[in-house]
Protein backbone atom coordinates (compact mmCIF):
# COMPACT_ATOMS: atom_id res chain seq x y z
CA UNK A 1 0.00 0.00 0.00
CA UNK A 2 0.78 3.72 -0.27
CA UNK A 3 3.45 5.26 2.27
CA UNK A 4 1.19 8.36 2.38
CA UNK A 5 -2.60 8.89 2.46
CA UNK A 6 -3.52 12.51 1.59
CA UNK A 7 -6.70 14.04 2.88
CA UNK A 8 -9.06 15.80 1.26
CA UNK A 9 -9.13 13.46 -2.00
CA UNK A 10 -10.22 16.43 -3.87
CA UNK A 11 -10.70 19.94 -2.98
CA UNK A 12 -12.57 22.97 -4.51
CA UNK A 13 -12.14 26.32 -3.45
CA UNK A 14 -12.80 29.99 -4.93
CA UNK A 15 -9.46 32.29 -5.76
CA UNK A 16 -8.70 33.74 -2.83
CA UNK A 17 -9.13 31.37 -0.31
CA UNK A 18 -6.60 28.94 1.35
CA UNK A 19 -6.30 25.78 0.50
CA UNK A 20 -5.46 23.03 3.13
CA UNK A 21 -4.08 19.58 2.23
CA UNK A 22 -2.97 16.87 4.81
CA UNK A 23 -0.74 13.67 4.33
CA UNK A 24 0.00 10.74 6.86
CA UNK A 25 2.74 8.29 6.52
CA UNK A 26 3.88 4.95 8.01
CA UNK A 27 7.53 5.04 8.77
CA UNK A 28 9.88 6.91 9.79
CA UNK A 29 11.50 9.23 6.95
CA UNK A 30 14.79 11.02 6.03
CA UNK A 31 12.25 14.10 4.37
CA UNK A 32 8.76 15.03 2.88
CA UNK A 33 8.21 16.76 -0.06
CA UNK A 34 5.44 18.16 -2.15
CA UNK A 35 4.66 17.67 -5.70
CA UNK A 36 2.72 19.40 -8.33
CA UNK A 37 1.22 17.66 -11.11
CA UNK A 38 -0.93 19.65 -13.94
CA UNK A 39 -3.46 17.25 -15.41
CA UNK A 40 -1.02 14.13 -17.76
CA UNK A 41 1.74 16.22 -17.26
CA UNK A 42 4.96 15.55 -15.19
CA UNK A 43 5.64 16.28 -11.41
CA UNK A 44 7.11 19.97 -10.22
CA UNK A 45 8.68 20.01 -7.07
CA UNK A 46 7.18 21.99 -4.55
CA UNK A 47 8.89 22.05 -1.20
CA UNK A 48 11.57 19.58 1.16
CA UNK A 49 10.62 19.81 4.94
CA UNK A 50 13.29 17.47 6.71
CA UNK A 51 12.13 15.26 9.70
CA UNK A 52 14.17 17.89 12.20
CA UNK A 53 12.62 20.32 10.93
CA UNK A 54 8.53 21.43 11.61
CA UNK A 55 7.76 24.45 9.00
CA UNK A 56 8.90 25.73 6.00
CA UNK A 57 7.36 28.58 4.12
CA UNK A 58 8.05 28.90 0.07
CA UNK A 59 6.24 32.27 -1.78
CA UNK A 60 2.44 31.25 -0.75
CA UNK A 61 3.52 27.71 0.34
CA UNK A 62 3.10 26.28 3.81
CA UNK A 63 4.55 23.43 4.90
CA UNK A 64 4.27 21.89 8.37
CA UNK A 65 5.91 18.49 9.65
CA UNK A 66 4.84 16.70 12.72
CA UNK A 67 6.48 13.71 13.03
CA UNK A 68 5.29 12.59 15.89
CA UNK A 69 1.91 12.40 14.70
CA UNK A 70 3.38 11.07 11.12
CA UNK A 71 1.78 13.32 9.60
CA UNK A 72 2.78 16.74 7.36
CA UNK A 73 0.16 19.62 5.78
CA UNK A 74 0.29 22.46 2.87
CA UNK A 75 -1.11 25.51 2.92
CA UNK A 76 -1.72 27.30 -0.48
CA UNK A 77 -2.56 31.10 0.58
CA UNK A 78 -4.38 33.30 -1.76
CA UNK A 79 -5.05 30.98 -3.79
CA UNK A 80 -5.10 31.47 -8.03
CA UNK A 81 -6.88 29.45 -10.94
CA UNK A 82 -3.48 28.30 -11.83
CA UNK A 83 -3.01 26.28 -8.59
CA UNK A 84 -5.44 24.14 -9.63
CA UNK A 85 -3.88 20.77 -10.38
CA UNK A 86 -3.14 17.61 -8.21
CA UNK A 87 -0.60 17.69 -5.24
CA UNK A 88 0.93 14.87 -3.78
CA UNK A 89 3.17 14.26 -1.20
CA UNK A 90 6.22 11.83 -1.09
CA UNK A 91 8.53 10.51 1.31
CA UNK A 92 12.01 9.33 1.43
CA UNK A 93 12.82 6.73 4.32
CA UNK A 94 14.73 7.10 7.24
CA UNK A 95 18.42 6.25 6.18
CA UNK A 96 17.72 7.12 2.63
CA UNK A 97 19.41 9.84 0.66
CA UNK A 98 17.94 13.48 0.41
CA UNK A 99 16.22 13.18 -2.81
CA UNK A 100 16.15 9.01 -3.20
CA UNK A 101 13.25 7.00 -3.42
CA UNK A 102 9.96 8.47 -2.82
CA UNK A 103 6.85 6.81 -2.12
CA UNK A 104 3.75 8.64 -3.11
CA UNK A 105 1.04 9.54 -1.35
CA UNK A 106 -2.89 8.97 -3.01
CA UNK A 107 -2.68 12.81 -3.83
CA UNK A 108 -5.20 16.23 -3.28
CA UNK A 109 -6.83 16.85 -6.58
CA UNK A 110 -7.53 20.79 -6.27
CA UNK A 111 -9.77 23.01 -8.16
CA UNK A 112 -9.83 26.67 -7.91
CA UNK A 113 -12.85 28.47 -9.14
CA UNK A 114 -12.03 32.09 -11.04
CA UNK B 1 16.60 23.68 -13.81
CA UNK B 2 17.82 20.56 -15.04
CA UNK B 3 15.87 19.12 -17.29
CA UNK B 4 14.54 15.81 -17.75
CA UNK B 5 13.20 14.61 -21.41
CA UNK B 6 10.59 11.88 -21.96
CA UNK B 7 10.07 10.29 -25.86
CA UNK B 8 7.66 9.52 -26.81
CA UNK B 9 5.26 11.80 -25.23
CA UNK B 10 2.04 9.14 -26.31
CA UNK B 11 1.86 6.38 -27.90
CA UNK B 12 -0.77 3.41 -29.14
CA UNK B 13 0.22 0.55 -30.22
CA UNK B 14 -1.54 -2.97 -30.89
CA UNK B 15 -1.56 -5.67 -28.15
CA UNK B 16 1.14 -7.93 -28.25
CA UNK B 17 3.32 -5.35 -29.30
CA UNK B 18 6.73 -4.34 -27.91
CA UNK B 19 6.75 -0.43 -26.85
CA UNK B 20 10.15 1.64 -25.61
CA UNK B 21 10.10 4.39 -24.18
CA UNK B 22 13.42 6.73 -23.53
CA UNK B 23 14.58 9.14 -20.32
CA UNK B 24 16.98 11.40 -20.87
CA UNK B 25 18.71 13.89 -18.94
CA UNK B 26 19.59 16.39 -20.89
CA UNK B 27 21.96 18.32 -19.12
CA UNK B 28 23.18 16.23 -16.32
CA UNK B 29 24.28 12.83 -15.40
CA UNK B 30 21.91 11.00 -13.71
CA UNK B 31 23.48 8.02 -11.81
CA UNK B 32 20.22 6.87 -10.54
CA UNK B 33 16.99 7.12 -12.87
CA UNK B 34 13.76 5.95 -11.26
CA UNK B 35 10.35 4.54 -13.75
CA UNK B 36 6.89 4.87 -12.39
CA UNK B 37 3.68 4.15 -13.14
CA UNK B 38 0.67 6.42 -13.07
CA UNK B 39 -3.06 5.15 -13.78
CA UNK B 40 -5.40 7.72 -14.15
CA UNK B 41 -6.94 9.98 -11.08
CA UNK B 42 -3.89 7.47 -8.97
CA UNK B 43 -0.61 7.76 -7.92
CA UNK B 44 2.82 7.27 -8.68
CA UNK B 45 3.88 3.57 -7.81
CA UNK B 46 7.51 3.10 -8.13
CA UNK B 47 8.69 0.29 -10.30
CA UNK B 48 12.02 0.10 -10.59
CA UNK B 49 15.18 2.03 -9.88
CA UNK B 50 18.08 2.04 -12.50
CA UNK B 51 21.29 2.48 -12.14
CA UNK B 52 23.63 3.61 -15.14
CA UNK B 53 25.73 0.01 -15.72
CA UNK B 54 24.09 -2.12 -13.64
CA UNK B 55 20.40 -4.62 -14.02
CA UNK B 56 17.77 -2.33 -12.66
CA UNK B 57 16.35 -2.97 -9.32
CA UNK B 58 12.68 -4.00 -9.51
CA UNK B 59 10.06 -3.12 -6.90
CA UNK B 60 8.02 -6.72 -5.48
CA UNK B 61 5.56 -7.08 -8.03
CA UNK B 62 6.39 -5.92 -10.73
CA UNK B 63 7.46 -8.41 -12.93
CA UNK B 64 11.11 -7.78 -14.88
CA UNK B 65 10.76 -9.65 -17.56
CA UNK B 66 7.49 -7.83 -18.69
CA UNK B 67 8.89 -4.25 -18.30
CA UNK B 68 13.02 -4.16 -19.60
CA UNK B 69 15.12 -1.29 -18.12
CA UNK B 70 18.31 -0.60 -19.48
CA UNK B 71 20.46 1.94 -18.29
CA UNK B 72 23.19 2.08 -21.07
CA UNK B 73 24.64 5.59 -20.36
CA UNK B 74 24.66 8.36 -17.43
CA UNK B 75 22.41 10.39 -19.99
CA UNK B 76 19.96 7.60 -20.85
CA UNK B 77 17.28 5.15 -19.48
CA UNK B 78 14.68 2.85 -21.36
CA UNK B 79 11.99 0.95 -20.63
CA UNK B 80 10.91 -1.25 -22.91
CA UNK B 81 6.95 -2.40 -22.39
CA UNK B 82 7.26 -6.11 -23.81
CA UNK B 83 4.20 -7.87 -25.54
CA UNK B 84 2.13 -4.85 -24.34
CA UNK B 85 -1.56 -5.59 -23.63
CA UNK B 86 -4.80 -3.60 -22.44
CA UNK B 87 -4.02 -3.60 -19.06
CA UNK B 88 -0.80 -2.14 -19.73
CA UNK B 89 -2.22 1.07 -20.64
CA UNK B 90 -1.04 3.83 -17.87
CA UNK B 91 0.96 7.21 -17.37
CA UNK B 92 4.97 6.14 -17.61
CA UNK B 93 7.49 8.68 -15.58
CA UNK B 94 10.54 8.65 -15.09
CA UNK B 95 13.03 11.23 -12.65
CA UNK B 96 16.60 11.09 -12.67
CA UNK B 97 19.08 12.24 -10.19
CA UNK B 98 22.93 12.77 -10.00
CA UNK B 99 23.05 10.82 -6.68
CA UNK B 100 24.32 11.37 -3.39
CA UNK B 101 21.52 13.63 -2.09
CA UNK B 102 21.37 15.57 -5.60
CA UNK B 103 18.21 16.87 -6.44
CA UNK B 104 14.84 14.52 -8.50
CA UNK B 105 14.08 15.60 -11.62
CA UNK B 106 11.08 14.37 -13.55
CA UNK B 107 10.14 14.07 -17.10
CA UNK B 108 6.93 14.92 -18.16
CA UNK B 109 5.73 11.17 -19.03
CA UNK B 110 4.61 8.92 -21.81
CA UNK B 111 1.13 7.87 -21.89
CA UNK B 112 0.82 3.85 -23.41
CA UNK B 113 -2.30 3.24 -24.57
CA UNK B 114 -2.44 -0.42 -25.87
CA UNK B 115 -5.34 -1.13 -27.75
Known sequence: SQQGEEDPQALSIQEGENATMNCSYKTSINNLQWYRQNSGRGLVHLILIRSNEREKHRGRLRVTLDTSKKSSSLLITASRAADTASYFCATVRAGGTSYGKLTFGQGTILTVHP | ?115
Not at chain 2, 3 to 9: A, N, R
Not at chain 2, 33 to 41: L, N
Open chain 2, 1 to 115: GAVVSQHPSWVICKSGTSVKIECRSLDFQATTMFWYRQFPKQSLMLMATSNEGSKATYEQGVEKDKFLINHASLTLSTLTVTSAHPEDSSFYICSATIGGGGELFFGEGSRLTVL
